[in-house]
Nanobody, 121 residues
């Protein structure tokens, strides 16, 4: 019953900003790395950013300096602040987390359902 649910997507003009949120819920024992991925129609899913439980971050070159990933361990949430958005950022954004469930000992990847981000002009 572990679930990840994204929110915050929408339609914005180039140069604008959006903040995506992802909430983890269910029988969670611990959460290791969390991250954001995106996929545009006809393209492969690509990693956008990751963050460890200790706060160490990693970004794709295409978003460095514009996007910021953060997390709240107490709330079991991860965020993606997206600034100076470009049309090429248009994609479905997916939340990912490495989670150890109370009912399954090994660490397992979980995925959210995705949230649409569309950047015009």
């Amino acid at each position: 019953q572990v679930q990840l649910v994204e929110s915050g997507g929408g339609l914005v003009q180039a140069g604008g900003s959006l903040r995506l949120s992802c909430a983890a819920s269910g029988p969670i024992f611990s959460i290791n790395v969390m991250g954001w991925y995106r996929q545009a129609p006809g393209k492969q899913r690509e990693l956008v950013a990751t963050i460890t439980s200790g706060g160490s971050t990693n970004y794709a070159d295409s978003v460095k300096g514009r996007f910021t990933i953060s997390r709240d361990n107490a709330k079991k949430m991860v965020y993606l602040q997206m600034n100076r958005l470009k049309p090429e950022d248009t994609a479905t954004y997916y939340c990912n987390a490495e989670i150890k469930s109370r009912s399954y000992y090994p660490i397992t990847d979980y995925w959210g359902q995705g949230t649409q981000v569309t950047v015009s002009s």
